[in-house]
């Protein structure tokens, strides 16, 4: 799994050895080298990485959601409503909620909806690592926004 936080230094034919990648939007755009602008653009950026080798592809939005693609499949996950407080940390939180979930064996898209509910608890509270759930804190917020 990757999270390309230095686009220029991932190698495009490189990415059919990653299992799963989660760029936000301007980090897909590095990778992609092609603006992203809308929900469209990200779910098409999602598919564009599929395409090239990375079995699950999720394009992080800058409000919070994702575009995630598997076998060609394009699903939006949209993040629940919450009070920002501190963005600081949520693309780590994504992903860290994100390979648990997969490394739980649940389906892709399951595992998106672990990583937006993650980030969307971490952005609550003020820094990085102090706003990241427990699993029984995570576990009654995923419950409260299904």
């Given at each position: 799994?990757?999270?390309?936080?230095?686009?220029?230094?991932v190698?495009?034919?490189?990415?059919?050895?990653?299992?799963?990648?989660?760029?936000?939007?301007?980090?897909?755009?590095?990778?992609?080298?092609?603006?992203?602008?809308?929900?469209?653009?990200?779910?098409?950026?999602?598919?564009?990485l599929?395409?090239?080798?990375?079995?699950?592809?999720?394009v992080?939005?800058r409000?919070?959601?994702?575009?995630?693609?598997?076998?060609?499949?394009?699903?939006?996950?949209?993040?629940?409503?919450?009070?920002?407080?501190?963005k600081?940390?949520?693309?780590?939180?994504?992903?860290?909620?994100?390979?648990?979930?997969?490394?739980?064996?649940?389906?892709?898209?399951?595992?998106?909806?672990?990583?937006?509910?993650?980030?969307?608890?971490?952005?609550?509270?003020?820094?990085?690592?102090?706003?990241?759930?427990?699993?029984?804190?995570?576990?009654?917020?995923?419950?409260?926004?299904?």
């Amino acid at each position: 799994m990757v999270d390309p936080t230095f686009p220029e230094e991932v190698e495009l034919p490189l990415l059919e050895r990653f299992h799963a990648i989660t760029p936000n939007e301007q980090e897909a755009e590095g990778l992609l080298k092609r603006e992203i602008r809308t929900e469209d653009d990200a779910a098409e950026a999602a598919r564009a990485l599929n395409e090239r080798g990375v079995e699950i592809a999720c394009v992080k939005l800058r409000q919070g959601g994702c575009a995630v693609c598997c076998k060609g499949q394009v699903s939006m996950l949209a993040a629940p409503d919450v009070e920002v407080v501190d963005k600081t940390g949520a693309g780590d939180a994504f992903m860290g909620a994100f390979a648990a979930a997969l490394a739980e064996g649940r389906p892709p898209l399951e595992a998106a909806r672990w990583g937006v509910a993650a980030s969307s608890f971490s952005v609550g509270r003020a820094g990085a690592q102090a706003s990241y759930p427990t699993r029984e804190e995570f576990l009654r917020f995923l419950d409260s926004i299904r």
